[in-house]
């Protein structure tokens, strides 16, 4: 469809070395954008380069930490070194932390869920939007979380992280709205990624499944397949919103 066409866009997307993040990567590029695939783990994110270039896409990777204020910053001088300009960016990182209730909630996990999870996405979008800017305009998405908008038992870190990204996104947005730039945020329910099925044993992944309405939890391309027509001109007057990708799950 063109106008989910992005030739010519150069388009980051951070945590793109797995799950989610290598899903929409791997889309932006079937999309004809060139990607900048980036991630803290360097060898799995050339793995997803290299499949997009293989299907005949463009794609470069750029190890970065998203909580380091300074990689967000190298990584978008990448991006305009390698495609010429950007365009797009998808702040996908992110991690699950400890599970306690607050009361007991590990001091150093609060902190590195809030640096990598919150801290990461604005820094992100400190480098990005002026250099998208520059660029003549473009679209930001923000992975947030059913968890941004309801609570979820030990888990503060990271449902407090994800409240606080919508609030961002809802800001960045308002600010750049007359000046080309188009800034959501999406929240998926429970999907399947390593993120689940490394920390979860299969009864539990079952349970997960019977707390969505459709019985199941998602996958990566629904949640793909969301952002990208958020980032796409076919979504050109939606900007500064939390869009679900959720299988009902708040619907309850
Ligand atoms: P995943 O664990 O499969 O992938 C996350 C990627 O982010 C990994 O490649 C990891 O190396 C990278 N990463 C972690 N910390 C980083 C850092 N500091 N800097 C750069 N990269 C870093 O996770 P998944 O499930 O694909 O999650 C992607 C996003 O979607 C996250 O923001 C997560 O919170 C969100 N999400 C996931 C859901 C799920 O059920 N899987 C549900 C709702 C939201």
Redesign the pocket.
């Known amino acids: 469809m063109a106008e989910q066409d992005f030739s010519g866009k150069t388009a980051i997307v ?8 290598a899903v929409v990567a791997e889309e932006l590029a079937a999309r004809r954008a060139h990607v900048i695939v ?4 360097e060898s ?1 994110a050339a793995e997803v380069a290299d499949r997009i270039r293989d299907a005949g896409g463009k794609a470069d990777v750029c190890a ?4 380091d204020a300074d990689a967000s910053r190298r990584l978008v001088e990448f991006a305009q070194e390698k495609g010429g300009s950007l365009h797009l960016a998808v702040n ?5 932390g400890a599970t306690e209730p607050t009361g007991d909630y590990p001091l150093e996990s609060w902190r590195k869920v809030i640096d ?2 919150l801290n ?1 996405v604005f820094y992100g979008m400190r480098f990005q939007i002026p250099a998208i800017l520059e660029a003549g305009g473009g679209a930001i998405v923000n ?5 941004g908008s309801v609570g979820f038992h030990n888990t503060s870190a ?1 449902v407090a992280a ?1 409240h606080a990204v919508l609030g961002l996104t809802k800001t960045a947005a308002i600010e750049y709205a007359q000046k080309g730039i188009r800034i959501n945020s999406v ?10 099925s ?1 920390n979860l044993d299969q009864a539990t992944l079952d349970g997960l499944a019977g707390m969505h309405p459709m019985g199941r ?1 998602g996958t ?1 391309e629904e ?1 793909s397949a969301l952002t990208c027509f958020l980032l796409s001109d076919r979504a050109s007057f939606i900007t500064g919103s939390y869009h679900l990708v959720d299988g009902g799950y708040t619907a309850q």
Do not use: E
């Open positions: 951070t945590g793109a070395a797995s799950g989610i993040g980036s991630d803290l783990n799995d970065a930490d998203v909580a996908n990182a992110g991690i699950g990598v999870n990461g992975m947030a979380s059913i968890l990271y994800k929240g998926p329910a429970f999907i399947n990624t390593p993120l689940l490394k939890i990566c949640v």
